[in-house]
């Protein structure tokens, strides 16, 4: 590295170590502090009070669960994706990334609109069968945290699973069965070994996510069903207690820096199998012959298609409609000035409040995740690879435990930053350049540096190679990972809500807000609009992602 | 155009010690290759005189001045790369002016049809490089490096990506258009038979230093260094001692056989300047194509037949001796009545033998 890149990186640690690092490491220290003390009686509270206990295993079990069913439903679809070929499949796949971009809480409120006791599907079946009352009661319960989390994880299992199995030279498959091996003992014996580290490494990462998800425990959990994340934040928002509050992310991160280890072993493994030269070979879905496979496949596919579009059309069916007619009248409301009681601001507010905090954010992650995927890409230092891991820290530490972070360590002074949309941006900078890194660093890996010294042979300054060569080489890379961190700002709801103070509201807060207090049809307009920046960003990613920026590149 | 002068170059990556000391000279219009087996150091050399990579030592002078602080942009050099290295956004006319168009006395777009004449590609101006066969992707490649006028033409084993038969006629086409353009050619391969059908010099390297630097004949005929008796081209190789020196004629005696070698052919510069001995240890080489299966007086040996390789023209004929086994290329006429296990008188004319000091 020259010199001069040298010292920006320099200022880089700094400026994470500022907004970062240190904050995360005064909450941690909060932590292990009784009286101004080093103590260990805060974390000896939370290991031996049997609610915080409740609350540890119940985050643990609804992840497992989470994991399990996001497999169930992932699996069969990754084995269609792979083994057949079907109209629109490769638009599926592509659809893979929109979980990714669609906030949470909208997904949340979708579930309550479809899946609640006077939701959609509920309806439908008491009329269809002439029922008294609701049959399923989904919602406020284990079952419900556990349906949302899979909606969210299923299409990560499949695209993951997906990419690794196609990677599979089927020559492999071709060899087994020369020496003798019938179809299920290939599948058994060699399919599903060189599957293992994408089955591994997607079960991890769902586990994370399942485990540190706030939005969707915070509204379809209920009073009784509290997670870790949901804990830190009462004790925090609500009873103000930031020493077990810090004690009970203390624990949070250690367990979710155990995870991502785990995380990052098992996607190590899966280097070593794209190796293929050939496809594997697919089979159309609809052809004339039925069989009683096919019978099997058209009854996932339905009741997928149900389960994944339910949600969200219900969102858009709400937002248009007001008292059974249709009607505009929930845009309007969203997009007046006019004070609304249940967000304490007016809903443009929100809105403008959202865009500037996604504007600020991205200015900040943007050239953060730049730097450091140059430095991934560029440096030769030694240990690089350990500062590495550390400046991906934020991946692995909850956003609430930044949110807060933020609020406790950057709060007062000497930056004063309590009760300000700065915060929140920078909170979201730090929760997002992560997601820049990984989009922008393959980009770079593709970058062929004789480029460069074949426009400097050719008499092109450096900064002229720059502008002329690797800008536009970049350049839709760059804008892809723009474009995700302004959607990922714009959907985050759980930082925001440590940070939040009256008239700071966001769009997602705001779509909270309106369905605790049973606005569904305002909710749901305002969720629109995050259903539309979400699609938006979904168009970018996939039109100019398609060179270097692979899917599997965004986790 | 440009007489190049290297001096002492010496380069080292980490513990690696890339290049030792290298120095040699380009005259004006000459073709040079550097020769020699991967990881040599023929790239380095190549990336230093073009000012990619600074040498921890060394001097580097085109007309006399030094360019080592140079930048590369400044030193009015054409690079031709083993991967192409096209800018894969531009299309293939903007690839060609970009060299020019940096370079204000030339008229870019005389400049781009001049050059895709000169390479065979009129018409495929609008092309992307992604929309072309590696062949043209080479070409195009070249006419950038040539683009700009540059003084001096470094090609890092442009060719190896293609197959036989294209390498053979590229080969020829940029020999060609480097003798039109009278234009002073570093050329790196590791493939012998392109540096000796290319140069008029090869500059046969090995871990970091020239071994020899001589016209493609003397490299192939009077190896200075067992390095590159062995390297360039293919002979057997006898371990054996020397027995006598006199009359212009050494003997060497290898197991039970006693050959005879003509000293004015069979040794190095070095070696005809120092005192050969009786008893010296030394190495015997003997090309593939120097050993006949006609019997002769001197240096013969009897062999069984092991395999006829059919080569077309030449055959390749392997033999079994009790000094080993050998490898002979012989006209295929030759080989009409052998077959394996076949029994054979082989041998060498004493010009023919190659002597170095074992080590
Ligand atoms: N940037 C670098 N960093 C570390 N080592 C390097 C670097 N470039 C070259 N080397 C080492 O220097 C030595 C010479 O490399 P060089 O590329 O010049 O060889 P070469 O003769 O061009 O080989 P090849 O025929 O394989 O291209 C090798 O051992 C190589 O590993
Ligand atoms: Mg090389």
Redo the contacts between chains.
């Keep these: 590295m020259k010199k001069g890149g040298f010292l920006v990186f320099i200022g880089l640690l700094a400026f994470l170590g500022l907004v970062f690092y240190q904050p995360l490491f005064s909450v941690l220290r909060r932590g292990l502090t009784e009286g101004g003390r080093w103590s260990l009686s805060p974390l000896a509270t939370i290991l031996t009070d049997s609610y915080f206990v409740h609350i540890i295993v119940f985050s643990l079990k609804q992840a497992a669960f989470s994991t399990l069913l996001s497999l169930g439903i992932g699996l069969p679809g990754a084995y269609l994706l792979t083994r057949y070929s079907f109209p629109g499949k490769s638009a599926i796949r592509s659809l893979t990334v929109v979980p990714f971009v669609l906030p949470a809480v909208v997904v949340a409120l979708g579930f309550i609109l479809f899946f609640g006791e006077s939701g959609w599907l509920n309806q439908w079946l008491m009329s269809v069968f002439h029922l008294p009352s609701p049959p399923l009661h989904i919602l406020y319960s284990l079952t419900g945290i556990v349906l949302a989390h899979a909606f969210y994880n299923a299409p990560i299992v499949m695209r993951l699973v997906n990419a690794s199995w196609e990677g599979i030279d089927p020559e492999i498959d071709e060899a087994a069965a020369s020496l003798g091996a019938g179809g299920l003992r290939r599948f058994v014996g060699i399919t599903i070994p060189l599957l293992t580290p994408a089955l591994l490494s997607s079960a991890a990462l769902v586990f994370i996510f399942s485990f540190l998800s706030f939005p969707i425990v915070l509204a379809l959990g209920g009073a009784r069903y509290a997670t870790i994340e949901v804990g830190i934040y009462t004790l925090i928002r609500t009873l103000l207690d930031y020493k077990l509050g810090s004690a009970l992310i203390l624990v949070e991160t250690a367990l979710s820096l155990s995870l991502t280890y785990v995380y990052l072993k098992a996607e190590g493994g899966f280097a070593t199998l794209t190796q293929g030269s050939r496809r594997v070979a697919t089979y159309p879905l609809f052809s004339r012959k039925a069989s009683m496979c096919k019978m099997v496949i058209a009854a996932y596919i339905i009741i997928a298609a149900v389960f994944f579009l339910g949600p969200i059309s219900s969102v858009l069916v709400d937002s248009l409609l007001v008292r059974g007619q249709w009607s505009v009248e929930s845009y309007r409301q969203i997009f007046s000035l006019g004070y609304n009681p249940f967000l304490g601001v007016s809903p443009l507010r929100t809105v403008l409040n959202s865009l500037f905090i996604g504007g600020i954010s991205t200015a900040i992650s943007l050239p953060v995740g730049i730097l450091i995927a140059m430095f991934a890409v560029r440096s030769h230092l030694p240990g690089r690879r350990l500062l590495e891991a550390i400046l991906m820290a934020p991946l692995a530490v909850s956003s609430v435990a930044i949110g807060f972070a933020v609020l406790y360590g950057l709060g007062g002074a000497p930056l004063h930053l309590s009760g300000t949309l700065i915060a929140i941006a920078l909170a979201h900078a730090i929760l997002t350049y992560p997601f820049v890194v990984r989009v922008i660093r393959p980009v770079l890996e593709g970058l ?1 540096q ?2 460069v ?10 900064t ?1 190679a720059f502008f ?2 690797i800008l ?2 970049i350049g839709p890379g760059i804008l892809v990972a723009a474009v995700f961190g302004f959607a990922l700002s714009i959907g985050e709801m759980s930082a925001t809500i440590m940070l939040m103070r009256p008239g700071l509201g966001t769009m997602p807060i705001a779509v909270y807000s309106l369905l605790s207090a049973r606005q569904f049809g305002a909710a749901s307009a305002m969720g629109m609009i995050l259903v539309v920046v979400a699609g938006i960003a979904f168009v970018v990613i996939d039109r100019l992602g398609k060179r270097g920026v692979g899917c599997r590149t965004l986790w | 155009m440009s007489d190049l002068v290297v001096k002492g170059l010496a380069k080292s990556f980490g513990d690696v010690r890339a290049l030792r000391e290298i120095s040699f000279t380009l005259g004006r219009g000459e073709f040079l290759t550097l020769l020699g087996p991967s990881g040599c150091g023929k790239t380095t050399t190549l990336r230093l005189i ?3 990579e600074r040498p921890d030592a060394g001097e580097i002078t085109l007309d006399g001045r030094s360019i080592v602080n140079d ?9 031709v ?1 083993q ?1 192409y ?5 531009m299309n293939v006319a903007k690839n060609i002016a ?2 020019a168009r ?2 204000r006395s030339i008229s870019t777009k005389r400049r781009v049809g001049e050059l895709l004449d000169l390479v065979d590609l009129k018409g495929f101006e609008r092309r992307k490089p992604a929309e072309l066969s590696s062949g043209q992707r080479q070409r195009i490649a070249l006419a ?2 040539l ?2 006028q540059p003084r001096l033409l470094l090609l890092d084993e442009p060719l190896s990506a293609l197959d036989a038969k294209l390498r053979e006629s590229l080969r020829a086409q940029i020999r060609h258009i480097q003798q039109e353009l009278a234009l002073s050619t570093l050329y790196v391969t590791h493939d012998q038979e392109e540096a000796l059908s290319l140069a008029d010099r090869i500059a046969v390297m090995r871990s970091g230093k020239i071994e020899q630097i001589a016209t493609p004949q003397q490299v192939y005929e009077h190896p200075q260094t067992e390095f590159v008796a062995s390297f360039v081209g293919r002979a057997n190789r006898f371990s054996g001692t020397v027995t006598a020196t006199k009359d212009g004629l050494i003997s060497v005696k290898v197991g039970e056989f006693l050959f005879s070698l003509i000293r004015e052919e069979g040794l190095s510069d070095d070696l005809r300047a120092s005192q050969l001995t009786p008893g010296d240890h030394v190495s015997l080489f003997v090309k593939e194509e120097r050993l006949q299966l006609t019997e002769m007086r001197e240096n013969a040996i009897s062999a069984q037949v092991a395999l006829v390789e059919y080569r077309g023209e030449t055959s390749i004929v392997y033999l079994k001796t009790q000094i080993g086994s050998l490898r002979a290329r012989v006209s295929t006429k030759q080989t009409t009545t052998l077959s394996t296990g076949s029994e054979v008188k082989v041998s060498f004319s004493p010009s023919a033998g190659l002597l170095f000091l074992a080590p």
């Design positions: 062929d004789s480029l010294e074949a426009a400097r042979s050719l008499g092109a300054s450096p002229r002329e060569v536009p080489l | 073009a000012g990619f930048p590369p942009e400044d030193r009015q050099l054409g690079f790369f991967t290295a096209l800018f894969p956004h970009y060299g940096l370079n950038r490096a683009a700009p």
